[in-house]
């Protein structure tokens, strides 16, 4: 008498996705940037406005990964770049790329293949710690990084003075950093699946 044997499941990455999988994840990570652009921003005067579209970089990058999320960036940014008002407050077409939020956007390929580089570092587990520190490094340090300088060349603002008054962002990237983090561990346990390579 033979016994039969199930593979219980387990919250790994399955096989690699095929080519249309993965363009499937790219333009609903894409297309979860433009919705998170819906609800508008909140104007500074003189910086760049308060939006939730950062943190759909952050999870473009823990979910999909370093290339994949940074090709969903590419391609929300395009379609932006075509005149699609999927920007925060409706914006869209090529004078976004020129105001002082250009650096900001251009970096959101940067910042999700970072958060993507850090969160499946190692053996591809993810943890806690991995996906926090991947959210803060690409979808704070690395925006900063590029964002800052092109904002203060933009309005004529020295760097410092432009990262000085960047701090008024540091709270609600926080916020950010914790629910991408939340929301990634949760999908992680749920549907690892999500999180093929």
Same mark, same amino acid.
């Given at each position: ?54 943190? &759909?970089?952050?999870?473009? =990058? !823990?979910?999909? *990964? +370093?290339?994949? @999320?940074? %090709? ?5 940014? #395009? ?10 407050? &409706?914006?869209?077409?090529? =004078? !976004?790329?020129? *105001? +002082?939020?250009? @650096?900001? %956007? ?5 910042? #999700? ?10 053996? &591809? ?73």
């Amino acid at each position: 008498m033979s016994s039969v044997t199930r593979d219980t499941p387990t919250a790994t990455p399955a096989a690699p996705a095929s080519a249309a999988h993965s363009i499937a994840y790219i333009a609903v990570f894409a297309a979860l940037v433009a919705v998170l652009g819906m609800p508008g921003n909140i104007p500074l005067p003189g910086l760049v406005p308060i939006t939730a579209q950062t943190l &759909g970089v952050m999870l473009a =990058g !823990a979910v999909l *990964g +370093p290339w994949r @999320g940074a %090709l969903s960036m590419t391609l929300f940014l #395009a379609l932006v770049a075509l005149g699609l008002p999927l920007l925060s407050g &409706g914006r869209g077409g090529l =004078g !976004a790329f020129v *105001g +002082p939020s250009a @650096g900001y %956007l251009v970096a959101w390929i940067l910042g #999700a293949a970072v958060v993507g580089v850090v969160v499946r570092a190692g053996n &591809g587990r993810l943890t806690w710690v991995k996906v926090s520190l991947g959210c803060i490094l690409g979808g704070m340090i690395a925006l900063y990084a590029v964002g800052i300088p092109v904002q203060a060349a933009v309005t004529g603002m020295s760097l410092s003075q432009t990262a000085t008054a960047s701090l008024l962002f540091l709270p609600g990237d926080l916020i950010k950093v914790v629910i991408a983090t939340l929301v990634t561990m949760g999908l992680w346990k749920a549907y690892p699946r999500a999180f093929q390579k």
